[in-house]
């Protein structure tokens, strides 16, 4: 197999500097090519590091759906340890998930369909709930 279309072999580098790390001149067949592996993907918090299947509507819902959660104050912020509550931000999220539903009629399947109806009825209620109790607390 050719090496230049063969994605498992890495990329190759030439090394075209005029001077070595030292400083010094280099002659040009002190220029090698190297073949270099490709650097690893930089860490991204709460990202893991092993190859994961592609997104998904159903996991791009239930993204969402965690997303409206932990601005309800449903579950504990990953980063904070702490229950923290944006209504306003959760209420948004919300509402992106209506849209998705309104702009994705006809063209689901039946499970996502259901899957959507159920979370955006389950968070709608759950924000319901919370502005009203904010309300008589007030």
Do not use: C, W
Not at 1 to 13: H, I, L, T
Not at 79 to 93: I, M, N, P, Q, Y
Request: glycine residues 8%.
């Amino acid at each position: 197999m050719d090496e230049e279309k063969d994605p498992a072999r890495g990329f190759r580098v030439t090394d075209r500097r005029r001077f070595s790390d030292e400083g010094e001149a280099r002659q040009v067949e002190e220029a090698a090519e190297t073949l270099a592996e490709p650097a690893p993907a930089p860490a991204t918090p709460g990202v893991a590091a092993s190859r994961e299947e592609p997104v998904s509507f159903s996991t791009f819902v239930l993204g969402l759906s965690t997303q409206a959660l932990l601005l309800l104050g449903e579950i504990d912020d990953p980063a904070t340890g702490k229950v923290e509550r944006d209504l306003g931000a959760a209420k948004h999220v919300i509402d992106i998930l209506g849209i998705l539903k309104d702009k994705t009629r006809s063209n689901l399947e039946q499970g996502e369909e259901r899957l959507l109806d159920a979370v955006l009825y389950d968070l709608r209620m759950k924000y319901v709930e919370l502005v009203r109790g904010s309300k008589e607390g007030a």
